[in-house]
């Protein structure tokens, strides 16, 4: 384990935003965290874990330590039809959905090529098309930076909710997930609900879809809207889909008959981002080295050599203009760093 100084984060972040961290550390194994913990590196005031980077934008310089997480190793139990599957945070997630998908565990498979690592996944509760994390999730082991200890958390102690996880809230900053264990099955209901899975499956004439059938056709719809990190930089979804009260979605609807919805809980409705975006006039504009995807309006890219700052003022203007038009505030899923 060696603290390296003056490190560009260009190849650290899907981006592809090139700034500089002050120190980076390689974690691969847990005790790495330890021995980091008792040299004092991690009491500085300017500390930040990454992963795979794929959620997150730099507007400038990181002065402080990045220590990045790759920890590796996934392995499984099964038990009465259920399948324990444990993965280390450093794995690429979606090498853990190929992983149970070729074996059969089912669960996770709506989750297919979402970006990002494994131990990002709790953080955010990842999830896509009409699954997310907490379905499937047991518990998370995890390192306390005040204590240098390990701590497990069980899914009622993560207080999960749509993109939020109480290492979002009350515990931001102060733990590090080394581990994930989630709890599938062989005998999985598969969810299908949303149409465009559907749309897919009836063009490929697939009645009655297996797990892997359903996993491809997740990927190949992710892969026609959303572009690929390694060609073009991006983040995946900018900005999350906003949930609106019943009162406000009626008004909505009123005003606009083809807004695009879903369903949401007791009296609450969640809209499509991309479709309120893509409505004030955003879709494939690009301004100067940023834009959003062709494809899909809800992706920021980096068109060029862009910086941080540039992709992060275009996402403030289309927030300000969701804004007058729809009268609906845009949050950022992505991680601002440095504003």
């Given at each position: 384990?060696?603290?390296?100084?003056?490190?560009?984060?260009?190849?650290?972040?899907?981006?592809?935003?090139?700034?500089?961290?002050?120190?980076?550390?390689?974690?691969?194994?847990?005790?790495?965290?330890?021995?980091?913990?008792?040299?004092?590196?991690?009491?500085?005031?300017?500390?930040?874990?990454?992963?795979?980077?794929?959620?997150?934008?730099?507007?400038?310089?990181?002065?402080?330590?990045?220590?990045?997480?790759?920890?590796?190793?996934?392995?499984?139990?099964?038990?009465?039809?259920?399948?324990?599957?444990?993965?280390?945070?450093?794995?690429?997630?979606?090498?853990?959905?190929?992983?149970?998908?070729?074996?059969?565990?089912?669960?996770?498979?709506?989750?297919?090529?979402?970006?990002?690592?494994?131990?990002?996944?709790?953080?955010?509760?990842?999830?896509?098309?009409?699954?997310?994390?907490?379905?499937?999730?047991?518990?998370?082991?995890?390192?306390?930076?005040?204590?240098?200890?390990?701590?497990?958390?069980?899914?009622?102690?993560?207080?999960?909710?749509?993109?939020?996880?109480?290492?979002?809230?009350?515990?931001?900053?102060?733990?590090?997930?080394?581990?994930?264990?989630?709890l599938l099955s062989k005998q999985s209901k598969l969810n299908?609900?949303?149409?465009?899975?559907?749309?897919?499956?009836?063009?490929?004439?697939?009645?009655?879809?297996?797990?892997?059938?359903?996993?491809?056709?997740?990927?190949?719809?992710?892969?026609?809207?959303?572009?690929?990190?390694?060609?073009?930089?991006?983040?995946?979804?900018?900005?999350?889909?906003?949930?609106?009260?019943?009162?406000?979605?009626?008004?909505?609807?009123?005003?606009?008959?083809?807004?695009?919805?879903?369903?949401?809980?007791?009296?609450?409705y969640k809209l499509a981002a991309g479709w309120l975006i893509?409505?004030?006039?955003?879709?494939?504009?690009?301004?100067?080295?940023?834009?959003?995807?062709?494809?899909?309006?809800?992706?920021?890219?980096?068109?060029?050599?862009?910086?941080?700052?540039?992709?992060?003022?275009?996402?403030?203007?289309?927030?300000?203009?969701?804004?007058?038009?729809?009268?609906?505030?845009?949050?950022?899923?992505?991680?601002?760093?440095?504003?």
């Amino acid at each position: 384990m060696n603290i390296v100084k003056q490190v560009s984060l260009k190849t650290y972040n899907t981006f592809g935003v090139d700034v500089k961290a002050e120190q980076l550390v390689h974690i691969e194994h847990e005790k790495d965290l330890t021995q980091l913990y008792d040299t004092g590196a991690l009491h500085r005031d300017k500390l930040l874990f990454i992963g795979g980077g794929s959620n997150m934008l730099f507007v400038r310089d990181y002065d402080g330590l990045i220590v990045h997480m790759a920890i590796k190793g996934i392995k499984h139990r099964e038990r009465a039809g259920a399948v324990e599957v444990q993965a280390a945070g450093g794995e690429v997630w979606h090498h853990l959905v190929r992983y149970c998908v070729d074996r059969g565990f089912g669960g996770i498979e709506n989750l297919s090529l979402i970006p990002g690592t494994v131990g990002a996944a709790p953080v955010q509760n990842i999830g896509a098309y009409g699954v997310e994390l907490q379905d499937v999730f047991l518990s998370c082991r995890a390192f306390e930076l005040a204590t240098g200890t390990f701590k497990t958390f069980y899914k009622e102690d993560c207080q999960f909710g749509y993109r939020e996880s109480i290492f979002k809230g009350a515990l931001k900053g102060k733990y590090i997930i080394t581990e994930v264990n989630l709890l599938l099955s062989k005998q999985s209901k598969l969810n299908t609900t949303y149409g465009a899975i559907n749309e897919e499956l009836n063009r490929r004439g697939i009645a009655q879809p297996t797990i892997k059938e359903i996993s491809e056709v997740v990927s190949s719809i992710r892969q026609s809207k959303l572009p690929d990190p390694s060609t073009i930089g991006n983040a995946g979804s900018f900005f999350k889909n906003p949930v609106v009260s019943e009162d406000t979605f009626r008004t909505l609807v009123s005003d606009f008959v083809d807004i695009v919805y879903y369903p949401f809980g007791l009296n609450q409705y969640k809209l499509a981002a991309g479709w309120l975006i893509e409505q004030c006039g955003w879709k494939g504009k690009v301004v100067g080295n940023v834009g959003t995807w062709k494809n899909q309006a809800l992706v920021l890219v980096n068109d060029g050599n862009a910086t941080g700052l540039e992709i992060y003022k275009l996402s403030e203007t289309i927030i300000e203009s969701v804004k007058k038009r729809f009268g609906v505030c845009l949050e950022r899923e992505v991680n601002v760093i440095g504003v």
